[in-house]
């Protein structure tokens, strides 16, 4: 159980407050206006992209062979698709990893611009590019560890914040979809 929470959190970071930090730059009239854009991050890649991948490896034979955790959704694209699946992951994951670089140091240098100021920032990204350059020569079990361990550390402050703040996001989401309801009814 704790590593399919975990691996769904690093998937789509429900509950770890990272989300918000970019869409807080979108320019938009409405707070829930961006809330209902933004969950449909949520929606398509746990509910489109995890629910077929976990078909396309129940589908397949790969499972039931002793292939690795990490090796399983290549294996199984490759079974189903031919060596065009296994190419297929390996490219969706390339880019995963860079669009998740990308993210990550976007969230970290807005943290630390809002804790630090501008001038931070370039102090940040020695950090960063030194903190990717040991995790990619770290041992796997550590990355995942660490990423475990940071993503909880960043959990536990926002879903409690999440609580506390409930009542205000209520208010919002009834005065939304309340004026919305006036509009369509003019």
Request: proline share 2%.
């Amino acid at each position: 159980m704790r590593y399919g929470i975990a691996r769904g959190v690093f998937s789509n970071e429900s509950g770890l407050g990272s989300a918000p930090i970019a869409a807080a730059a979108a320019r938009t009239n409405d707070p829930v206006k961006q809330a209902l854009v933004s969950m449909t991050q949520t929606f398509i890649d746990t509910l489109v992209v995890c629910t077929m991948t976990a078909l396309v490896i129940l589908t397949a034979t790969s499972w039931t062979q002793g292939v690795s955790a990490s090796e399983l959704t290549s294996a199984s694209m490759a079974e189903t698709l031919g060596s065009t699946g296994s190419v297929m992951v390996a490219i969706a994951t390339a880019l995963f990893a860079y669009s998740t670089l990308i993210g990550w140091n976007y969230y970290g240098e807005k943290a630390i611009e809002y804790l630090f100021g501008h001038k931070s920032i370039k102090i940040y990204r020695v950090f960063f590019t030194v903190a990717v350059m040991i995790g990619s020569v770290a041992s796997l079990e550590f990355v995942w560890n660490f990423s475990d361990l940071m993503n909880g550390m960043m959990a536990i402050p926002n879903l409690v914040g999440l609580l506390w703040l409930s009542p205000i996001i209520k208010q919002e989401t009834e005065r939304y979809f309340s004026s919305l309801k006036n509009n369509l009814k003019k």
